[in-house]
């Protein structure tokens, strides 16, 4: 027979946040933001589960609380209006257009009954009566001191710092003519805010318009698994030196890939009088026991939980789970059926799908209504065991900064948006932005580094990179930027003499001039005299006192550059020498001539202070620094090294609320030889008073442990960890930790990288840990087109360069290229 569904509907209204159904029960609700998965440690869920305990223990007499949570089958819809999307961004929106990932929220619901309501069970419900009249009236009394009960339930839980709970409003409870509240959303199985009106039939199973639905419950002790605890391991994470942990429940929740809900009661009643009843059931079974041996047992066990009961001063509740598990699809019900009774076996429970009693448990599920849950389908238990069923985790969330990486969630690859930058240092997490990436060879690191160098570019950052072994040359090619290199055909070239247009010779330029001028002159072990310092600067002083022009072709004036500075020293400096009556002693000019000749046009190294391109260096926002073939030259790299340091502390300093970033790749080794490991230094501990951070690059553990720059400077000085697969040093593992300061927690977060990733995709994870508050391990997951802009292979490389030629830029040859190995997949 047909009803109408206002008929049956056991919600009287929805007011003061709050709904009332028409037995005269009252239901507050909660939206809760759960902890990311694969994100808490042994002691965290413990932790978590303690405060979930208290939570129940706080609720009065007569109360219901019901844990809802809802995973969804979506796909990731890509923004494609964005115009100011980059040609990398636009590539990734496509790369991941409709990925397929399970979204969940989580809902919990507080039912306060009337004292003396009719207990429901399956053969009494409010779906099955003609009428519904309450038994009492409401009193604010009482209504007030459930409110009470609510606010500590609140407090206590986000006090924990695992949960975060927003209160659903009227408007969220209920629909309005624009949106679907949590009741209609429930009781029509829909999966967004539009309002769809559907049929509800209970003749063949639950069916809700198209969606086929069953149910499999958790309702009999004998069900349960013998042991239960608030984590369990996770093997496919797990090593021989680590344990990964997840949440017990977490198999009928991330874990389970259907749409589905799984609705956790625990239901608290007088406990005096369930202690009363079992106390009669354990004399009855008593008076029973010769005549069976389960009455013997019965006993015993009934005996054992009073025991506790009474010794332990547990709470004892009732208790029912229930996973409601749909599709569109009838014919995909036995692979739903196949895939949450392996959830529940690994849980060591016996999974039972609800046939008769499905449609009233379906029906008390419905926010509002859980005071008419039919108790038959419950289990004794206490509060401790009940707690352990409770789904802890969440999916991956998005953070809303304008900063930021786009990486990968674990389980599905669904983009997220990461900021490990500005964000921990609003939160208090970090002190600094400055981080440390470690990673062997092979492991993705360079893949991440150029992953993340490319997001800050196009954030706005103004990016410094030092590298050894060419790295960066696709992504310095794609986004324009300078790209210092040197070959026998192509030497490396600077300008450390140039002044942008508008800009003038402050003090800091004159100085880096200065340091640079001097390290050419005289050697490590001579010093110079203050009077060479004074002439150096009046030197300086008058050559920039002549009116320049901008480039080499312009006309009128001199072209900022070493030759034309040393002509000047050879002519009009000479003369002020003279007039100034000027002894050798204090400056001699000819042994400073003589010594810096080769870097003048004809010498050596004619070439390295004289560049005619690349010139803006204060202004370019991609600059790298490609050290492989100078890095063992005794003059060469000297030189550069000062010139970077030059062309970053600049930066530093005169561009104000600019962000900036130096990221130094295994070339700090040889930057720290050279006697540079007080810059180093500095730069780690200054560097974030100017909006900036510093990042180094290693592969090997040996260099951290063996360099006393990186151990005392660096590490204590980069609050962002980021490691890749460390597997092969996972025997000696603890030497990393320990220099680190890596938490059990994060250890195994570490040696779980890369050990279970989805072989149908291509991707590296990494490890990003935060002040050592906040770890997370994600998918670094990309683009064809990206992929191809980050590759260090040099057959890619090769190949890349060659389109790159036939059509006339990187993002046409990328873009053909890309194409051209899709189509042949």
């Given at each position: 027979?047909?009803?109408?569904?206002?008929?049956?509907?056991?919600?009287?209204?929805?007011?003061?946040?709050?709904?009332?159904?028409?037995?005269?029960?009252?239901?507050?609700?909660?939206?809760?933001?759960?902890?990311?998965?694969?994100?808490?440690?042994?002691?965290?869920?413990?932790?978590?589960?303690?405060?979930?305990?208290?939570?129940?223990?706080?609720?009065?007499?007569?109360?219901?609380?019901?844990?809802?949570?809802?995973?969804?089958?979506?796909?990731?819809?890509?923004?494609?209006?964005?115009?100011?999307?980059?040609?990398?961004?636009?590539?990734?929106?496509?790369?991941?257009?409709?990925?397929?990932?399970?979204?969940?929220?989580?809902?919990?619901?507080?039912?306060?009954?009337?004292?003396?309501?009719?207990?429901?069970?399956?053969?009494?419900?409010?779906?099955?009566?003609?009428?519904?009249?309450?038994?009492?009236?409401?009193?604010?009394?009482?209504?007030?001191?459930?409110l009470d009960s609510v606010g500590q339930f609140k407090k206590i839980l986000e006090d924990s710092g695992y949960i975060h709970l927003e209160r659903?409003?009227?408007?969220?409870?209920?629909?309005?003519?624009?949106?679907?509240?949590v009741i209609e959303k429930y009781c029509f199985l829909s999966e967004g805010d539009r309002i769809i009106i559907k049929d509800i039939s209970f003749k063949e199973g639950i069916r809700v318009g198209n969606q086929w639905a069953q149910i499999y419950t958790l309702a009999n002790a004998e069900d349960l698994p013998a042991l239960c605890g608030s984590r369990i391991n996770y093997d496919k994470y797990s090593t021989d030196k680590t344990k990964f942990s997840i949440g017990f429940a977490s198999p009928l929740g991330q874990l389970l890939p259907c749409n589905h809900i799984f609705n956790q009661y625990i239901f608290i009643d007088d406990y005096r009088k369930t202690i009363q009843k079992l106390e009669s059931k354990r004399l009855r079974l008593q008076s029973l026991s010769a005549y069976s041996r389960e009455n013997t047992i019965g006993r015993d066990a009934t005996n054992d939980y009073l025991n506790e009961a009474i010794s332990g001063q547990r709470l004892p509740v009732k208790a029912h789970f229930n996973v409601l598990a749909w599709t569109e699809n009838s014919e995909e019900l036995k692979d739903i059926k196949n895939l949450v009774s392996s959830a529940l076996a690994q849980m060591d429970a016996v999974p039972k799908q609800e046939v008769d009693g499905a449609p009233?448990?379906?029906?008390?599920?419905?926010?509002?209504?859980?005071?008419?849950?039919?108790?038959?389908?419950?289990?004794?238990?206490?509060?401790?065991?009940?707690?352990?069923?409770?789904?802890?985790?969440?999916?991956?969330?998005?953070?809303?900064?304008?900063?930021g990486i786009r990486l990968g969630?674990?389980?599905?690859?669904?983009?997220?948006h990461v900021d490990i930058s500005d964000e921990p240092m609003k939160k208090g997490i970090c002190t600094n932005r400055n981080k440390f990436i470690l990673g062997p060879s092979g492991s993705g690191k360079s893949f991440f580094t150029n992953h993340m160098v490319r997001s800050y570019y196009e954030q706005g950052t103004h990016v410094v990179l030092v590298d050894v072994g060419h790295s960066y040359k696709g992504l310095c090619d794609m986004v324009g930027g300078y790209y210092f290199t040197y070959d026998e055909t192509?030497?490396?070239?600077?300008?450390?003499?140039?002044?942008?247009?508008?800009?003038?010779?402050?003090?800091?330029k004159k100085e880096s001039i200065k340091t640079l001028l001097l390290a050419l002159w005289k050697k490590d072990n001579e010093n110079f005299n203050r009077s060479e310092y004074v002439a150096l600067s009046n030197a300086l002083q008058l050559y920039f006192e002549t009116p320049s022009r901008p480039s080499p072709e312009g006309e009128g004036g001199i072209f900022r550059c070493f030759d034309t500075f040393y002509e000047f020293l050879q002519t009009d400096f000479v003369q002020v020498l003279?007039?100034?009556?000027?002894?050798?002693?204090?400056?001699?000019?000819?042994?400073?001539?003589?010594?810096?000749?080769?870097?003048?046009?004809?010498?050596?190294?004619?070439y390295l202070l004289n560049a005619r391109e690349n010139l803006d260096l204060l202004q370019q926002?991609?600059?790298?620094?490609?050290l492989d073939n100078i890095k063992d030259h005794p003059i060469l790299f000297p030189v550069v090294t000062i010139i970077i340091m030059e062309v970053f502390i600049s930066k530093m300093r005169k561009l104000k609320g600019v962000r900036k970033m130096i990221l130094i790749e295994e070339a700090w080794k040889a930057i720290a030889k050279e006697g540079m490991a007080e810059y180093i230094k500095y730069l780690f501990k200054t560097v974030r008073k100017f909006f900036g951070e510093a990042i180094v690059v290693t592969q090997e553990v040996e260099d951290i442990i063996s360099s006393p720059v990186v151990k005392q400077a660096i590490i204590n000085n980069s609050d962002c960890k980021i490691l890749l697969d460390q597997s092969k040093y996972q025997n000696k593992f603890d030497q990393v930790q320990e220099l680190l300061g890596l938490t059990e927690k994060e250890k195994a977060l570490v040696l779980s990288v890369n050990k279970a990733n989805d072989p149908a995709k291509k991707y590296k994870e990494v490890f990003i840990s935060l002040g050592g508050m906040l770890s997370r391990v994600y998918r670094t997951e990309v683009s064809m087109e990206e992929y191809l802009t980050y590759t260090t292979e040099e057959s890619e490389k090769v190949k890349v360069q060659a389109y790159a030629k036939k059509y006339g830029d990187m993002k046409r040859g990328i873009a053909a290229l890309a194409n051209d190995l899709k189509n042949k997949n």
């Open positions: 027979m047909e009803k109408q569904l206002e008929d049956i509907l056991p919600v009287m209204g929805v007011e003061h946040d709050a709904i009332l159904s028409k037995q005269g029960d009252i239901t507050v609700g909660f939206k809760a933001g759960l902890p990311e998965i694969f994100t808490l440690s042994d002691k965290d869920y413990e932790a978590f589960h303690q405060a979930w305990i208290k939570v129940i223990k706080v609720l009065p007499r007569h109360s219901v609380f019901h844990k809802q949570d809802w995973f969804i089958d979506c796909k990731y819809q890509p923004d494609f209006l964005s115009e100011d999307q980059s040609f990398l961004s636009r590539s990734s929106e496509r790369f991941f257009n409709e990925r397929p990932y399970l979204a969940h929220t989580c809902y919990i619901f507080l039912t306060k009954k009337p004292v003396g309501r009719k207990v429901a069970n399956s053969l009494f419900s409010n779906l099955i009566r003609r009428s519904i009249v309450p038994e009492q009236t409401l009193k604010p009394a009482m209504l007030q001191d459930f659903l409003s009227n408007e969220q409870l209920s629909s309005t003519n624009q949106r679907a509240g009233q448990i379906y029906w008390a599920g419905l926010p509002g209504n859980e005071g008419d849950f039919p108790m038959n389908d419950t289990f004794d238990t206490f509060a401790e065991q009940a707690c352990c069923f409770l789904n802890l985790e969440s999916n991956y969330y998005s953070s809303l900064s304008p900063v969630e674990r389980l599905t690859g669904k983009p997220v192509n030497p490396i070239r600077f300008n450390p003499f140039y002044i942008g247009e508008g800009e003038v010779l402050d003090t800091e003279q007039d100034d009556k000027v002894k050798d002693k204090d400056f001699d000019i000819s042994n400073f001539l003589y010594v810096l000749r080769p870097y003048y046009k004809g010498g050596e190294f004619d926002r991609f600059i790298v620094f490609e």
